[in-house]
């Protein structure tokens, strides 16, 4: 299957720093790329939807401003966590369909990037 | 999106097939069912698809309902490496059409 990549696959910051992660397609282009948040034992949480080329669609309760989202390419997308506090420490997953225009496509995550705010 | 419900775990022995259902009741005509799986601190793999007739790959087969209100996801010869959560989704396929990821079953192989 296509390759998501994802950087880095954990980091500890500061309270009050921001954390940018990188999702990275391998090898295809997605002019789609999701970003999830889980906590522990729980699901996956849909965050946002990353665009390429346009602004990011977030989900109800998720602060735009603060979770900022940039899909400047057709393989790049980028989650920086702003103002980081402990509460944001969590494990976040992007994901990404192949967007050559074949329907019916699976979905391909990246191996996620463990936040921990200190 | 139609919602789904699994069961929250289950256990299999080594060696045998493990069969993890899902309801879809809801499901609509254009809405495929997809299963993925995560194993403990990695991102969601991808397993199968389909919309109405089995399917089969490596990893696994999927059985659906007639009805397409049900299906069944199918590891042939489970290993502890299958230890994992698994997703049942239902959705409308296309490029941004996103995810929603309910709680899943908790597969546990045991020797």
């Known amino acids: 299957g296509a390759v998501v990549s994802q950087h880095p696959s954990w980091v500890i910051c500061k309270s009050g720093t921001s954390v940018k992660i990188e999702c990275r397609s391998l090898?295809?282009?997605?002019?789609?790329m999701f970003w999830y948040r889980q906590f522990p034992k729980q699901s996956l949480m849909l965050m946002a939807t990353?665009?390429?080329?346009?602004?990011?669609?977030?989900e109800q309760g998720v602060e735009k401003d603060k979770f900022l989202i940039n899909h400047a390419s057709l393989t790049l997308s980028t989650l920086t966590v702003t103002s980081a506090h402990p509460e944001d420490s969590s494990f976040y997953i992007c994901?990404?369909?192949?967007?050559?225009?074949?329907?019916?496509?699976?979905?391909?995550f990246g191996q996620g990037t463990r936040l921990t705010v200190v | 999106d139609a919602k789904t419900t699994q069961p929250t775990s289950m256990d299999c022995a080594e060696g045998r097939a493990a069969n993890l259902p899902c309801n879809h009741s809801?499901?609509?005509?254009?809405?495929?069912v997809y299963w993925y799986r995560q194993i403990h601190s990695q991102g969601p793999q991808y397993i199968i698809h389909?919309?109405?007739n089995n399917e089969t790959n490596e990893m696994a087969s999927l059985i659906i309902t007639e009805d397409r209100k049900s299906s069944t996801l199918i590891l042939p010869h489970a290993t502890l490496r299958d230890t994992a959560v698994y997703y049942c989704?239902?959705?409308?396929?296309?490029?941004?059409?996103?995810?929603?990821f309910g709680t899943g079953t908790q597969l546990k192989v045991e020797l």
């Open positions: 994901s990404a369909r192949d967007g050559s225009g074949r329907k019916n496509t699976e979905a391909f």
């Open positions: 090898d295809f282009q997605a002019t789609t």
């Open positions: 990353s665009n390429e080329g346009s602004k990011a669609t977030y």
């Open positions: 809801t499901i609509s005509g254009n809405e495929y």
């Open positions: 389909g919309l109405k």
């Open positions: 989704i239902v959705l409308v396929t296309g490029g941004g059409n996103k995810l929603t």
